[in-house]
C-alpha cells in the first residue's frame, strides 16, 4: 500500500512538475537572453488557459488541438506586449533596465487580471473535454489521460525548443546574443528583433502552458501571480540561462511538492517559496545554471 | 536635491499645512457621515503605508515588494494585544516594533540579494508568510462585543490622522537631513556612494528599519479599524501593491507624492466602486502606474511641476525635486 | 569606398571624436595608429554604427550611414573585429562562423566561404566542433577573423588584432591580413604596434586625443620624425 501512495504521489508529482517546467522555460529564456524579468510571465499564462477554455466552449476544439493556436495568439500578444511597453527599456544599461522593466511587467501584473475579471467574470474555471477523469491503470498506478496527455505536450514543446535553439539559424543567433549582444550586432545580427522575437515565444510558452493549467488545474483572473512565482521558483533552481535544466527543475519541485502535502498538509505550497529563498542564499546559480 | 528655499517660502509652507491638518481635524465635527469619515481614514492610513514604503523604495531605490510582512506583522501584534487588553498606544508601539525586529532579521540577508533578486526574494518572503498565517489562523478575528459596542470612528480617524502627520514629518525630516542625502545617493549608485565614504548596508538596514516600522504602525491602526480582519488578509500582497502604486502614481521619492497618490487613490477606488465592479481602481492605476514609469517618473508630483515650470513663484518654494 | 568626413562622435556626454576625417578604397589597407585611448576604437565603432556620430558624415560606397543601426553596416559590407575578439565563446567554432554569415546574402554564399576561410585557417575546419573559448588566444583571433570574412566583407576593420598575442602567431596574423587585402578586401587597421602597422599597410592616419594628426603614405609616416619619437622610440 505504501509503495502504491509513494508511486502515485510521484507520478502525479511528474505530471504537476512538467506543467511547472513548461511554465518556467519561456521565463528562464527571456530572462537569461533579455536580462528582462517578465514578472507579467503568469498573466500570459493565463491568458492563454482562457483562449483554450473559450475555445472549447465556444467552437468545441479540443483543448490538445487549440494548444498551437493558442500560442500563435500569445505569441502575437506577447510581441504586441514587447513592441509598446518594453521595447525601450531594453536599450538601458542593464540596472535601469531590470528595474524598469519590473516595473513595467508589475503594471501589466495590476491591469491583466482585471481586464480578465472584466471579460471573463472572477468564476473559476476548467477545461474538461469530454475524457476528463478518465484514467488507465499501470502497474500500481492510475494514469489519467489528461495530465499524461500535458506530459507528453511538454515534452514535445520543450525538445522542440530545444531544437530551435541548437539546429536553427534563429536560434543560434539567440543564443549568441544573449552571451554577447554587441559581437552580435557586428554579426549582422538585427538584436532589437531578436529580442522582440525571444519575449514572444516566452510568452507563447506562458500560453501554452495556462491551456495545460487549465486542463489539470483551475483557471481564474487571478492565478497570473502564483504561476509566475511558480515559474521563478523553477528557474532559480535551475539556474538562469538554463533551458533545458528547467525542465528537470520543474519536475523536482512537482515531486517535492506532492512529497510534501503528504507529511506538510496545506503547507506544502510555501516549501516551493521556502525553496527558492535558499537557492538565492545557498546556491545562486541553481542546479544547472553556470553564472 | 533642491535646497533653494528662502525661509518665506518655508513659513508659507509649514502655515498652509498647518491650516491643512486643522480643517482635517475639524472633519468628524462638520458631518456625521460614517462613509465619508471612513473615505477620510483610509486615506489616511493609505498615507501613512505608502509613506513608509517611499522611504525604502523611493528615497533609498531598494523595491522592497515585501512591504505587507510588516503592515501585517504590526497589524497582528498589535490587535492581539489590544484584544487581551493592552492599551492602544503600546499595543500600536509593541506591533511596530515587532514589525522592525523581523526587519532586522531578514534584513542582513536580504540585502545581500542584488536587484532583481531582492525584488523577488521580498515578494517570496512575504508570501510565505501570508501562507503560513492564513493555514495557522484561518479565522477572523472579530471585535468582542464589549469592544464592538462602543465601536466608534471617530478616535480612529484621528489616530491616523496624528499617525499620518508623523509620516509625513518624517519623510520631510528625512528629505533634508544628511540620512536622507546618504539614502539617496545609494539609490542613484550604489557604488559611487560607498565610494564616496556612506556605509551602504548601515543606511540601507536603518531606512528599512524606519520604513517596517512604519508600516507596523500602519497595519495597527488598521487592526484598530477593522471590527473584523482575517490574518491572512493583514499579510496580502494587496497592502503592498497598493503602497508601491501609490507611492508610483503621486511621485516615489517626493513628500507630496504619496499623499497626492493616496487621495486619488482612494477617491478613483470610491467612484469607481459605485458604476463597476470592484477592483476597477486597480486597472486605472495600473495603467497609470504603466504610464508613470514610461513616461512620467516624476509621478503627479513630476507632472505638477512640469506644468507650473521651474521658475514659477512655486519654483523657489519647492520641497524638493527627486533630481 | 569609404569616406568619413568630419565626424564628432560621444560617449554619453563626453566628447570623444572632433572632426576625424579619413578615406580607405577598394583593396586597400589602412592603418590607425595612436596612443592608449586616442579614439581609435571609437572610430570604427562608429563606421560599423555601434556609436552614431553626433556632427559628419559616414559614406561607404555612395551610402550614408549614420544612424543606421549595426546591422545594416554588416549589410552594407563592413565587418569589424573588435578588441575582444567579439565572438561567442560559449558556442562551437562552426556556429560562430555561420553566425558570422547570419545576413541572408552571405548566407546564402556560406559554403563558398566557408572553402576560402578554412583554406587560410584549417586549423577552423579540424576545430569546428570545439568551443570557441576553449581555444588559445591565437586560434580564438583566428576564430574572429574567420567569423568577419563569413560576413563576406567589402570593408574588414581589426581592433589591434595583435593584442595578447605571442611574436609568431602576430607575424602569422599579420600575413593573413595582408592575403585577405589582395583577395580584394579594403582593410582598416587599428594597431598598437606601429611599426608592424606600418610596414603593412599603405596608408595610415595617426589619432591624437581624437583628433587626426597626421596622414600619409605608411612608408613616410614610417620615416617620419615626429611619428618616429612619439610611437617608434626612435630619435
Known amino acids: ?199 514572444a515565444i516566452g510568452t507563447g510558452l506562458a500560453g501554452v502552458s495556462g491551456v495545460l493549467v487549465g486542463l489539470t488545474q483551475a483557471l481564474t483572473p487571478d492565478i497570473g501571480m502564483e504561476w509566475t512565482l511558480k515559474a521563478l521558483i523553477v528557474v532559480v533552481l535551475a539556474g538562469i540561462g538554463s533551458v533545458g535544466g528547467a525542465f528537470f527543475a520543474g519536475i523536482i519541485l512537482g515531486v517535492v511538492e506532492a512529497a510534501g502535502a503528504i507529511f506538510m498538509g496545506p503547507y506544502a505550497v510555501a516549501l516551493g517559496l521556502v525553496i527558492f529563498l535558499l537557492i538565492l542564499m545557498l546556491r545562486p546559480q541553481g542546479l544547472f545554471g553556470n553564472e | 536635491m533642491n535646497r533653494k528655499t528662502s525661509s518665506l517660502s518655508m513659513g508659507k509652507l509649514f502655515s498652509i499645512s498647518g491650516i491643512i491638518v486643522v480643517l482635517l481635524a475639524l472633519i468628524p465635527l462638520l458631518t456625521g457621515r460614517t462613509d465619508v469619515i471612513t473615505w477620510f481614514t483610509f486615506t489616511l492610513m493609505y498615507v501613512t503605508l505608502s509613506q513608509s514604503w517611499n522611504i525604502i523604495g523611493g528615497y533609498t531605490g531598494q523595491q522592497n515588494l515585501g512591504h505587507a510582512a510588516f503592515f501585517g506583522i504590526g497589524a497582528l501584534t498589535a490587535r492581539y494585544l489590544w484584544l487581551f487588553g493592552m492599551p492602544l498606544p503600546l499595543a500600536l508601539l509593541a506591533g511596530s516594533l515587532a514589525a522592525a525586529a523581523f526587519a532586522i532579521i531578514i534584513g542582513f540577508p536580504a540585502f545581500r540579494l542584488k536587484g532583481v533578486y531582492f525584488v523577488i526574494g521580498t515578494l517570496v518572503l512575504a508570501e510565505i508568510l501570508r501562507i503560513v498565517f492564513d493555514t495557522l489562523l484561518p479565522r477572523a478575528s472579530v471585535l468582542p462585543s464589549r469592544l464592538l459596542n462602543v465601536y466608534s470612528l471617530t478616535p480612529r480617524y484621528y489616530l491616523n490622522l496624528i499617525i499620518a502627520v508623523l509620516a509625513i514629518g518624517c519623510v520631510y525630516w528625512i528629505s533634508r537631513s544628511k540620512f536622507g542625502l546618504g539614502l539617496m545617493s545609494i539609490r542613484e549608485n550604489v557604488d559611487a556612494a560607498e565610494a564616496s565614504g556612506v556605509n551602504t548596508q548601515k543606511y540601507k538596514l536603518l531606512a528599512f528599519l524606519l520604513s517596517t516600522f512604519m508600516s507596523g504602525l500602519a497595519g495597527g491602526t488598521y487592526a484598530y479599524y477593522a471590527s473584523a480582519a482575517q490574518p491572512g488578509y493583514l499579510f496580502s500582497a494587496v497592502w503592498t501593491f497598493d503602497a508601491v502604486i501609490i507611492a508610483f502614481v503621486g511621485g516615489v521619492g517626493t513628500i507630496l507624492g504619496p499623499v497626492i497618490g493616496s487621495v486619488f487613490f482612494v477617491l478613483i477606488q470610491q467612484l469607481l466602486s459605485l458604476y463597476l465592479p470592484g477592483g476597477i481602481h486597480v486597472l486605472v492605476f495600473g495603467i497609470l502606474f504603466i504610464l508613470v514609469v514610461l513616461f512620467l517618473p516624476g509621478g503627479l508630483i513630476g507632472l505638477w511641476k512640469k506644468i507650473t515650470g521651474p521658475d514659477s513663484k512655486n519654483g523657489g518654494g519647492r520641497i524638493d525635486s527627486r533630481d | ?102 545576413n541572408p546574402d552571405s548566407r546564402r554564399l556560406r559554403y563558398d566561404t566557408f572553402k576560402f576561410v578554412y583554406e587560410l585557417f584549417p586549423l577552423l575546419e579540424s576545430r569546428k566542433n570545439q568551443i570557441a573559448g576553449s581555444l588559445s588566444g591565437g586560434e580564438q583571433q583566428m576564430v574572429a577573423i574567420g567569423r568577419a570574412l563569413m560576413g563576406r566583407p567589402k570593408l574588414l576593420m581589426c581592433d589591434e588584432p595583435s593584442l595578447g598575442l605571442a611574436p609568431i602567431v602576430v607575424k602569422n596574423i599579420f600575413a593573413v591580413i595582408k592575403q585577405i587585402c589582395q583577395s580584394g578586401v579594403g582593410i582598416l587597421l587599428v594597431e598598437q604596434n606601429v611599426r608592424a602597422a606600418l610596414k603593412l599597410a599603405q596608408r595610415g592616419y595617426v589619432i591624437e586625443n581624437g583628433r587626426v594628426a597626421g596622414h600619409g603614405d605608411a612608408r613616410d609616416l614610417l620615416n617620419d620624425e615626429k611619428v618616429g619619437s612619439a610611437y617608434l622610440g626612435t630619435t
Open chain 1, 1 to 199: 500500500m505504501i509503495t502504491q501512495l509513494v508511486a502515485q504521489t510521484v507520478v502525479n508529482g511528474i505530471n504537476v512538475g512538467a506543467l511547472y517546467g513548461l511554465a518556467a522555460v519561456g521565463l528562464s529564456l527571456t530572462f537569461g537572453v533579455m536580462k528582462i524579468l517578465n514578472i507579467a510571465h503568469g498573466e500570459f499564462l493565463m491568458v492563454g488557459g482562457y483562449l483554450a477554455f473559450w475555445l472549447l466552449t465556444l467552437r468545441g476544439i479540443d483543448p490538445f488541438v487549440s494548444v498551437p493556436l493558442v500560442a500563435v495568439a500569445v505569441f502575437l500578444l506577447g510581441m504586441i506586449c514587447y513592441r509598446f511597453l518594453f521595447a525601450g527599456i531594453a536599450r538601458f544599461e542593464e540596472e535601469t533596465k531590470v528595474k524598469n522593466s519590473l516595473l513595467v511587467g508589475f503594471g501589466l501584473f495590476l491591469i491583466v487580471p482585471q481586464i480578465a475579471r472584466l471579460l471573463w467574470t472572477a468564476d473559476v474555471r476548467s477545461i474538461t473535454p469530454k475524457y476528463s477523469g478518465e484514467s488507465f491503470p499501470l502497474l500500481n498506478v492510475r494514469i489519467a489521460y489528461v495530465p499524461l496527455g500535458g506530459l507528453l505536450i511538454a515534452v514535445v514543446v520543450i525538445l522542440a525548443l530545444h531544437l530551435l535553439l541548437t539546429k536553427t539559424y534563429f536560434g543560434k543567433s539567440v543564443r549568441g546574443t544573449s552571451e554577447n549582444w554587441k559581437a552580435a550586432k557586428l554579426m549582422g545580427i538585427n538584436v532589437d528583433r531578436t529580442y522582440l522575437f525571444t519575449f
Open chain 3, 1 to 102: 569606398m569609404l569616406k568619413v568626413d568630419q565626424i564628432d562622435v560621444f560617449h554619453g556626454d563626453l566628447q570623444a571624436l572632433w572632426g576625424v576625417s579619413l578615406e580607405v578604397g577598394k583593396g586597400e589597407l589602412v592603418c590607425l595608429i595612436g596612443a592608449n585611448g586616442a579614439g581609435k576604437t571609437t572610430i570604427v565603432e562608429s563606421i560599423s554604427c555601434l556609436l552614431p556620430p553626433a556632427a559628419g558624415n559616414i559614406w561607404f560606397n555612395g551610402e550614408r550611414l549614420n544612424d543606421k543601426p549595426a546591422h545594416k553596416a554588416v549589410q552594407a559590407g563592413i565587418c569589424l573585429i573588435p578588441e575582444d575578439k567579439g565572438i561567442f565563446r560559449g558556442m562551437r567554432v562552426l556556429e560562430n562562423l555561420e553566425l558570422g554569415a547570419f
